[in-house]
């Protein structure tokens, strides 16, 4: 990944590999995640893309885009630990390959799609942003549907409580009500101004493509004081484990176990907590699935991820509810196996193979590749996925075990099925 500074605060990232024939393009805008905005970040980028001045209507969008060769656009909003990023992306063929300057093109329609709004009243059209409210509040109730989901967000909502991490990224349906288009453009408006930005480029990119892109989007960003939003990374600190159990109307429950690692996402214990989570429950031979699932048949699946930024493990099951005690005492004796160091040589390499097969193959989709260095940029560090494969490929047991006793659950949370 190469740099280029565009003005204090707004950075270009280029990330080039010929391989590909279609190019992306992406601005992202860092923010907090804060309970009195979450709702009208998820809420902004949706209002966008419904129209602009130079195309007011998404059939106009819609037909353009299909002029530029059937480009992609997309737009949203994803977290990174404890702050939030609003994106806007492109997909398009490379100029290379069409003989013309399609990314200028590309950038322009990006550009007037978040620079150039439609407003009316000092806000956004009021009937895009009642629609898209509408289309919103469907999705924040919609998580309901989606069990697994929902029980992790509910236990990471507990343990970190409605801001930062512990807030669903769609927000709230109760704020939606209070969100007016006057105080919808008045966000939009500190986001454009004041948020951290990073412009990605990525595929086939010459420097007369960067050039561009700086050019066009350059000049619609300003200086601002802001960087990327500080992460907390998670330290147990609960004196006993906090148990939550929700009923509810469906025929498999789901158990959801929150754990702080207490490992600083920047420094080597970080590879040896990544391994760890790998043998634990990260992979098709892990821990979880062999004596959980396989061997004991006591959960559906049972995996576990980790979060490396704030420094969280997430354990997801779906169990018998009569199964509960059975299940979530066999996770725990497999937590404890890793503790003590109960690990073989045949998990150890068969884990760094895993690991590194998933990494090598980032680079056939440049946008996991893109959100693998988002996330390097992040942290401050400019590691490449091979010198990531190498750090692994020096772990040992002794450094697993070492990192897994900092593991501690916090939060169990049970979504009790009722038939």
């Known amino acids: 990944m190469q740099t280029k500074k565009l003005c204090q605060g707004v950075d270009l990232r280029a990330i080039s590999n010929p391989k590909f024939k279609t190019n992306t393009l992406s601005v992202f805008f860092h923010i907090p ?67 013309e300057n399609l990314t200028a093109k590309v950038t322009e329609f990006l550009s007037e799609l978040i620079f150039s709004p439609l407003v ?15 289309n919103l509040r469907n999705a924040i109730l919609g998580l309901i549907n989606d069990k697994k989901e929902y029980a992790d967000v509910k236990c990471r909502e507990a343990m970190f409580g409605k801001d930062g991490y512990g807030m669903f990224e769609a927000g709230y349906a109760e704020d939606l009500d209070e969100i007016t288009p006057q105080k919808l453009y008045a966000f939009y408006q500190d ?11 990525g595929g086939t990119v010459t420097e007369t493509d960067l050039a561009c892109v700086a050019e066009i989007l350059g000049e619609k960003c300003s200086d601002r004081e802001a960087s990327f939003v500080p992460t907390i990374w998670a330290r147990h600190d609960r004196t006993e484990v906090q148990q939550i159990t929700e009923s509810m109307q469906t025929a498999q429950s789901k158990l959801s176990i929150g754990l702080k690692c207490g490992v600083d996402p920047t420094t080597e214990e970080y590879y040896a907590l990544m391994l760890g989570s790998c043998i634990f429950g990260g992979s098709p031979f892990s821990k979880l699935f062999n004596n959980v699932r396989e061997k004991l048949s006591l959960a559906y699946y049972a995996a576990c991820r980790t979060d490396r930024l704030k420094s969280v493990m997430m354990i997801s099951s779906g ?101």
Request: glycine share 8%; aromatic share 10%; hydrophobic share 40%.
């Open 33 to 99: 995640l804060k309970r009195e905005t979450v709702t009208m970040a998820a809420l902004l980028p949706s209002v966008l893309k419904r129209g602009c001045e130079k195309y007011p209507e998404f059939k106009l969008m819609t037909r353009h885009l299909a002029d530029l060769y059937s480009a992609g656009c997309g737009v949203g909003v994803r977290t990174k630990g404890d702050g939030e990023i609003l994106y806007f992306t492109m997909d398009y063929i490379a100029d290379r390959y069409i003989g």
């Open 120 to 134: 009316q009243d000092g806000g956004f059209l009021p009937e895009y942003v009642e629609s898209e409210k509408t």
């Open 191 to 201: 986001v454009i101004q004041n948020a951290k930005v990073d412009i990605f480029v």
């Open 319 to 419: 169990i018998e509810t009569g199964n509960f005690q059975k299940a979530y005492d066999e996770i725990l004796v497999q937590l404890e196996k890793m503790k003590q160091g109960e690990i073989s040589q045949e998990e150890l390499e068969a884990a760094k193979k895993y690991l590194a097969s998933g990494l090598i193959a980032m680079y056939d989709n440049m946008r996991v590749l893109e959100d693998y260095y988002l996330s390097q940029a992040i942290m401050g560090q400019h590691q490449t996925p091979e010198e990531l494969i190498k750090n692994l490929s020096a772990v040992t047991i002794d450094r697993i075990q070492a990192v897994m006793k900092n593991l501690q659950v916090d939060t169990v949370y049970f979504l009790k099925g009722e038939v």
